[in-house]
């Protein structure tokens, strides 16, 4: 087992920060694809399989297959907007990190046809009064929409610095 100095045992936190110096693009892009391939894997299991569970028979007004949790209308929602805004945005992470990389064509179509499962399970297992079809979909398309407008934000920014003269063209503001 590997033990660390003393001086960084008590500022270990400090120790495994992000250095530019230190960490090499490569090493931090490998690393995030980890982290948000996990995040899509957990939040794809939780829509997949809510918390709860779901009927296991037509009882009590109750349907088979519907989430247990959805019997909490406030409850599921909440579960369900933060949910798929993790899906979402760890979707658009990992498409971003793997964008030129070789056969980044399938990781797109396996990406896009995992999104269209997950959006299918969520509506196979919650009841029909308890989802709210546009909420669901605005979660799941905001990361996407805000990295538009951002990447639109900062052409327009740059265009406006452009012809004030105050940014040489080889400049650019990058989003």
């Not at 709860?52 to 009590?60: L, M, N, S, T, Y």
């Not at 297992?125 to 905001?142: H, W």
């Amino acid at each position: 087992m590997v033990t660390l100095p003393i001086g960084i045992r008590k500022n270990w936190l400090t120790y495994f920060q992000y250095e530019e110096v230190r960490d090499t693009p490569s090493e931090t892009r490998n690393i995030l694809l980890i982290i948000f391939t996990l995040v899509a894997a957990v939040t794809f299991q939780a829509g997949v399989n809510p918390p709860g569970g779901v009927w296991q028979e037509d009882k009590d007004g109750h349907v088979a297959g519907r989430a247990i949790y959805a019997s909490d209308t406030q409850a599921y929602y909440v579960f369900l907007i933060f949910n798929t805004l993790a899906f979402s945005n760890s979707i658009l992470v990992i498409l971003s990190l793997t964008h030129k990389f070789p056969f980044h064509f399938e990781i797109c179509v396996a990406t896009i046809s995992m999104a269209v499962t997950y959006g299918s399970s969520i509506f196979a297992v919650s009841p029909d009064d308890s989802v709210r079809f546009r909420y669901i979909l605005i979660t799941a398309a905001g990361p996407f929409v805000f990295r538009f407008l951002v990447l639109i934000f900062n052409l327009l920014l740059r265009k406006h610095v452009q012809s004030q003269n105050l940014l040489p063209e080889s400049d650019s503001v990058r989003g």
